[in-house]
């Protein structure tokens, strides 16, 4: 999967749910500012003084907006290759966004979201000082995911956590538990329609087998606390099979039908006195006609 599909699904995640990312990331602003009463996301590209300047863009700025009316402004940045990052270059993001937002508290967050243990870290903080003078202080909210140990957030009813167990750190032999653990908890603080767009996130970053498959279904069948759970999934393979079918049925059904009259079709251009070359430009004519209705005709 190419970075920019890491960082797309990610996105994804703290769109649906800022409100939990926030409260689980950085807990302090709710219990500080109080409630979230209004999200923004802003635009990505910090503004320009002049078109000649470098082009910044960052993953996630978000507008927070509290009951004292308090703005935090949360510049989240994802990263699953970490010799991408710059902390210079979010730096210079957070510097911009504070002379955009006066009035926000502006704090700059890097999800580092790759599953493996690092040999060299990353800096955390820049700092330029004189004898006892502080001149420049920069530092960000440093979040490694493989850092967390994922059976420490089973009992965790945060949506966003559940669908990260996967890319947190466990042993071999837990993985169907971890596994197990973030689709029950997705299915259970989700909606439905939350459900079923995330629970591919968790097959992919899981990383998960067809055999594995086998056995999550027969653990997640195999217990009282995921009933509910198995049969949301068997109801919603037999309605894909469904609609597949259908799918497969009206494309069969106009091939078929394309293919019945093709003969007939030929053999009266031949009869009409066409070249072999005239019937082929019409013949290609029609196919993409065909193309187009097979399209519209398709219900998913």
């Not at 198995?230 to 894909?240: M, T, W």
Request: with cysteine.
């Amino acid at each position: 999967m190419k970075q920019e599909s890491h960082d797309h699904n990610f996105k994804n995640i703290f769109i649906d749910f800022p409100t939990e990312a926030l409260e689980w990331l950085l807990p302090q602003a709710v219990q500080n500012f109080g409630p979230v009463k209004k999200i923004e996301f802003i635009r990505q590209e910090p503004k320009k003084h002049k078109l000649s300047e470098p082009h910044f863009v960052l993953d996630m700025p978000i507008l927070f907006s509290f009951e004292n009316q308090q703005l935090l402004l949360w510049l989240v940045e994802f990263q699953e290759d970490k010799s991408k990052f710059s902390i210079y270059k979010l730096a210079h993001y957070a510097i911009n966004y504070i002379e955009a937002y006066p009035e926000a508290q502006v704090i700059p967050t890097v999800l580092f979201t790759n599953r493996k243990k690092w040999r060299k870290d990353v800096l955390h903080e820049l700092e330029s000082r004189l004898s006892n003078q502080l001149f420049i202080y920069f530092r960000y909210v440093f979040i490694k995911l493989f850092d967390f140990k994922a059976h420490d957030y089973y009992d965790c009813n945060n949506p966003v956590v559940k669908i990260l167990l996967p890319k947190m750190n466990y042993k071999h032999d837990e993985r169907i538990e971890v596994i197990t653990q973030a689709y029950k908890g997705l299915y259970d603080l989700a909606s439905h329609l939350m459900f079923d767009k995330y629970i591919d996130f968790i097959d992919i970053y899981a990383g998960i087998s067809e055999n594995e498959r086998d056995k999550l279904y027969h653990e997640i069948t195999e217990h009282k606390e995921t009933a509910m759970l198995a049969q949301y999934i068997r109801d919603k393979g037999v309605q894909q099979g469904i609609q597949q079918g259908i799918q497969q049925g009206i494309q069969q059904g106009i091939q078929q039908g394309v293919q019945k009259n093709l003969k007939n079709n030929i053999l009266k251009m031949y009869q009409k006195g066409m070249t072999s070359d005239q019937i082929s430009d019409i013949l290609e004519i029609e196919k993409e006609k065909v193309m187009v209705l097979i399209k519209e005709a398709n219900p998913i």
